[in-house]
């Protein structure tokens, strides 16, 4: 043993310089890993301490429609009797918020807020704090308080104590919101900032009417020991209703559920990094045994066993790897220190310590991969015989794969796919991003081949340094492969990345085209259809488009194959359980087809059958989902009244043509109609002018308090800043990848520098010119840089097709200008880091490196 | 000491069997310093190697200090030759990645001797190269890296010392230096020394020529003193 640690001590003396760049690899990936694990458990940990909070109350019981007597009744029952220490209700809903005409500032600016009423006893949990030091009480909503979050008070040109118009009632502002840490992960999708007032000044507004998008909240103190049973009587109670029922303690076992499974997707990442730094170890083994099997044969001549040679190399290995997976963990120390609190915020943490458990799975990682990509070539010195050294023929025999061998590289491929299983935590995701690695790197070797044999034709040019160039891609302990498997895998990532977001971008534009609005309006009440038409019209391109839209859920089905006698059974079969977006008319919408029965063309006068209120026409996946057909009748509650309809005909909806909405449900307009709660929402064509469509949303606010515009144009803007910090994301990714395959590239050059150094001596001697051999080498690696490009932006050109038209489902678009910049790139990158990488092979005196060399 | 019966060796090559070295008997007493001639290609480094243990005879039986090697395993012939054979070669083959004194200090090292060091250092004195002990083999010269081959094949105090042409990449004076602490190293302590030569100067200096010719033995002869 102690042979083994002295010769391993030895050998990493003599070679650490030339293997460095292969665990650099390794580093990196080990830095992912570490980083962003995490990053994910600091989250994780944030998140499950501050359950509660984020919760908001022990239990939250919530409805979409205003309570009724009966559900108030069942609450106050269950309530009654079950450790409940407290309880406030809390209203949220949205509006349009106005500064005061008249004003020093902010004259004229509207936006859409989200308004939260609450009462005295809010918050039970969690924390609001206000600037400048000042307390949170429900003292400042009293009299048309509000407290605001500063970037509302920038938008709108405020300050505090200004007066801003919400429902066209003036509120003054009282506070700013520095941190809202009540009920943060609650809300789903925000519109606007949100605005705190007092519960009952929200009710006098005149928001909350028949149709209104408002949520209704209960919110509930009750003893650690009751929480669970409580929870589970309201939610049996309350089955077949809107109402939900939520509780910290379930929320934090799903929160942390979501959270594993993120942790290790994204460690995946990591892993495939790890597996292309493996990939360069396993390269430079190969060419570190081949350079080594004379020392390896004296060393047997000199009595040392198979396995001591073995264990050197092994232990070397394991050192480098130690020392790559350390600078890894190193690096990922200096990254989470370097990541500004800004980044963290929307993350809900302020800061990202390294977690052990990340760091020594991270760790580990780093020493299993390059333990077992340098196995199979290490495990070849076990053949490498003594007698070479008397007869050099013999050195052959040793390099051809036995059958100890293939077994040692089937293990070795076994155990890595166990290592993705570990780190993605699932069996499937594991042996699919082992395979999708596997296949990759496969497709990458063949193509590599097959485009180094095409180009071998060039070996005939008259160009000394093309002739030579292409020679050199195919010299004997060439890295070739490896170079177009590590870099070409980055630049895949890169381009496809690139190909991908181009693609939304451009589907994106589609889709806001000339047809599409410029901005909707929401909760416009019936009899304000005519008014607002008339407000807006001096804004406008065209006048409004307006369409019902009520909220229904299925609560029976009378049909040939579908039985569905009461909402129970609705709710046991549960295809049809979800709350659906219902509207009526009397004409198909362009993006409509009917494909079976009749679509009606004028209103119904009256009830068409004894039972039946009107007619509905139902999509065809409700049909194909659910097994209702022509004929059939349905029951829908509408905000709590029952209608009961017979299916008259099934359409056919192009769902990707947003701009003439798709619905599930489409009722016949008949008297029933009248009687039901319901709003409209209307689309706005005003042009690309901010001030128009700001001038639209005044006169909205003004005429209309209750009605509120969402800005279709800010929304997309926002969503495509979204996109590109998607984007960023997985191309900061990409290109760490890619650096990962320069640094393989460069370890390359290093590998072969020995044979470059003779060779070059060579040329120089026979009096090529140092400018002649620095032209060779940057056409080797343009070469190179192209195929690997070449290959890199075919594989995105199919990945890129594929997850447009699999996973996005949107129109596919080539993107050549991308493919050819991708590929010209990586040819450019490639070139001068190869010749840079070789610069002092080219300086080196030909008599000097001839010497040193024989 | 070592004593070769019927020991023949034939390769396989694209053109047929080729034997290298015929059926061939013969003893080597313990002391004693042999010298093997031929011309190229007549089986003198493959009856070397064969005597090593680092190639296998076709057929017959070889013993080494009364040992059969003709059996083993790979890895008990290793153990053989760090315990009982030293061997140096014509192209020095020292492990380019250590320093003279390392290379030394290795057949000690892989054997476990408890007394290395002093004894590494006894035997670059003993070759003359004390001075240069911490360089690597790339900044000695051809002299010197033969000397430490011959320091290294010293290093477990081996009863066999075995020689492959150690003078073939060396001018004449230096091979001549070489060749002499060879034979001196090798009678001071008594071992058998058997060094492969085509130079008749350097066989004069053994005990006995064996001349091989076409691998078959075709003379066997005392040298005059």
């Known amino acids: ?854 | 000491m070592i004593q070769l019966t019927d020991v023949s060796r034939t390769v396989h090559t694209g053109a047929g069997p080729l034997t290298i070295l015929h059926p061939t008997t013969l003893g080597i007493a313990r002391g004693q310093v042999v010298a093997i001639t031929g011309p190229s290609g007549s089986g003198k480094s493959t009856l070397l190697g064969l005597i090593a243990g680092l190639d296998a005879p076709t057929s017959g039986r070889i013993e080494v200090d009364g040992e059969s090697i003709t059996s083993r395993s790979e890895e008990q012939l290793a153990r053989l030759r760090g315990e009982k054979i030293g061997i140096v070669f014509q192209f020095f083959h020292l492990l380019p990645s250590l320093t003279a004194f390392e290379n030394i200090l290795v057949p000690m090292e892989i054997a476990g001797a408890a007394d290395a060091h002093a004894r590494a250092k006894q035997l670059v004195a003993d070759v003359g190269l004390s001075d240069r002990a911490h360089h690597y083999p790339s900044q000695l010269s051809g002299g010197e890296q033969q000397r430490v081959a011959l320091a290294r094949a010293l290093a477990n105090n081996p009863p066999v010392l075995l020689a492959d042409e150690p003078t073939g990449n060396l001018d004449s004076a230096t091979g001549r230096q070489v060749i002499e602490l060879l034979v001196a190293v090798g009678r001071r302590h008594g071992r058998t020394l058997v060094l492969v030569t085509h130079d008749p100067d350097l066989a004069a200096l053994a005990d006995e020529v064996i001349a091989l010719r076409d691998g078959r033995v075709v003379e066997r002869r005392p040298v005059r003193s």
């Open chain 1, 1 to 854: 043993m102690r042979f083994v640690l002295r010769m391993a001590w030895r050998e990493t003396r003599a070679s650490w310089l030339r293997l460095v760049f292969f665990f650099v690899c390794v580093a990196l990936g080990v830095a992912a890993i570490v980083v962003l694990r995490s990053v994910v458990q600091n989250v994780r940990e944030t998140l499950t301490r501050e359950a509660r909070q984020i919760v908001g109350a022990d239990v939250v019981v919530q409805s979409p429609r205003p309570w009724t007597r009966e559900i108030l009744g069942t609450v106050d029952r269950l309530t009654a009797d079950s450790g409940v220490l407290a309880r406030t209700e809390v209203i949220e809903t949205r509006t349009m918020a106005a500064s005061v005409p008249g004003g020093d500032s902010g004259k004229g600016r509207v936006k859409l807020v989200e308004l939260r009423g609450v009462e005295d006893a809010f918050p039970f949990y969690g924390a609001i704090s206000l600037e400048g030091g000042q307390a949170y009480s429900s003292r400042l909503l009293e009299n048309h308080g509000t407290l605001v979050p500063p970037e509302f008070l920038a938008e709108m040109g405020l300050a505090v104590g200004d007066t801003v118009r919400l429902g066209g009632t003036p509120f003054t502002v009282r506070g700013v919101v520095r941190e809202d840490r009540v009920q943060r992960g609650g809300g789903g999708f925000a519109f606007g900032p949100r605005l705190y007032v007092s519960l009952g000044d929200l009710r006098g507004l005149g928001l909350l009417g028949f149709g209104s998008s408002a949520t209704y909240q209960i919110y509930l103190r009750i003893e650690e020991s009751a929480i669970t049973g409580l929870t589970t009587r309201l939610r049996s109670a309350f089955e077949q209703q809107t109402v939900s029922v939520r509780s910290w303690r379930a929320f934090e076992d799903r929160l942390g559920r979501n959270l594993t499974t993120a942790e290790n997707y994204l460690s995946l990442v990591g892993f495939a990094m790890v597996v292309l730094g493996g990939i360069g170890v396993w390269s430079v083994t190969r060419v570190i045994v081949q350079q080594k099997v004379k020392s390896v044969a004296i060393l047997k001549c000199l009595g040392a066993s198979s396995r001591a040679v073995l264990g050197t190399y092994v232990t070397v290995v394991l050192w480098l790897a130690s020392a790559g997976s350390a600078l890894g963990l190193g690096l990922a120390l200096a990254v989470v220190r370097a990541v500004p609190a800004a980044v963290l915020q929307p993350l809900g943490i302020t800061a990202i310590t390294v977690t052990v458990s990340a760091a020594a799975q991270g760790v580990l990682v780093g020493l299993l991969v390059s333990l077992l990509f340098a196995l199979v070539p290490l495990l070849e010195m076990r053949r490498v015989k003594p007698l070479l050294l008397l007869r050099a023929d013999t050195a052959g025999s040793a390099r051809k794969p036995d059958r100890a061998s293939r077994l040692a590289g089937a293990a070795t491929a076994a155990a890595l796919m166990l290592v993705a299983v570990w780190q993605a935590g699932s069996v499937r995701a594991g042996v699919y991003v082992s395979l999708g690695l596997g296949a990759s790197a496969l497709l990458l070797m063949l193509a590599a081949r097959l485009l180094v044999w095409m180009t071998s034709r060039l070996a005939a040019s008259r160009v000394f340094a093309v002739r030579h160039a292409i020679i050199s891609l195919a010299r004997p302990g060439n890295q070739t492969r490896v170079i177009l498997i590590a870099v070409g895998l980055g630049a895949f990532f890169v381009i496809s990345i690139r190909s991908i977001q181009a693609n939304l971008l451009a589907e994106f534009t589609a889709q806001i085209g000339q047809t599409s609005p410029d901005l909707v309006l929401i909760d416009i009440q019936r009899d304000q259809v005519q008014g607002v038409d008339t407000a807006t019209r001096p804004y406008v391109l065209e006048p409004i488009r307006t369409m019902p839209l009520m909220r229904a859920r299925v609560v029976g089905v009378d049909g040939r194959r579908a039985r569905l006698p009461t909402p129970d059974a609705v709710r046991q079969q549960g295809r049809l359980t979800r709350e659906f977006g219902v509207t009526y008319r009397d004409h198909l919408q362009p993006n409509e087809t009917v494909v079976a029965g009749d679509f009606w063309a004028a209103a119904l006068p009256a009830a068409p059958e004894p039972d039946v209120d009107t007619e509905v026409s139902i999509s065809e996946e409700v049909k194909r989902d659910a097994d209702v057909d022509v004929g059939d009748l349905v029951r829908l509650d509408v905000a709590g009244q029952v209608i009961r309809t017979r299916v008259t005909s099934i359409r056919r909806v192009a769902w990707d043509e947003t701009q003439n909405g798709g619905f599930f449900f489409v009722l016949r307009p008949a008297p029933v109609i009248d009687r039901l709660p319901h709003a409209f929402v209307g689309f706005l064509r005003t042009g690309d002018d901010p001030a128009t469509r700001a001038g639209v949303q005044r006169a909205v606010v003004d005429g209309f308090p209750n009605v509120s515009a969402i800005d279709v144009r800010a929304v997309v803007a926002s969503i495509r800043s979204v996109l590109d910090n998607i984007t960023l994301g997985v191309t900061i990714v990409g290109a760490i990848t890619l650096m990962s395959g320069v640094l393989i590239l460069v370890g390359a050059v290093a590998m072969t520098k020995f044979q470059r150094v003779y060779e070059t001596a060579i040329y120089r001697t026979l009096g090529a010119s140092a400018r002649l051999v620095a032209a060779t080498v940057a056409v080797e690696y343009g070469v190179l840089g192209l195929l690997a490009g070449i290959v890199a932006s075919v594989g995105a050109l199919g990945l890129s097709w594929a997850i447009a038209r699999f996973l996005l489902e949107i129109p596919w678009r080539p993107e050549p200008g991308i493919l050819v910049a991708g590929a010209a790139g990586t040819a450019a990158l490639v070139c001068t880091v190869g010749v840079l990488a070789s610069v002092d092979v080219l300086l080196r005196k030909p008599l000097g490196a001839l010497r040193e060399t024989s």
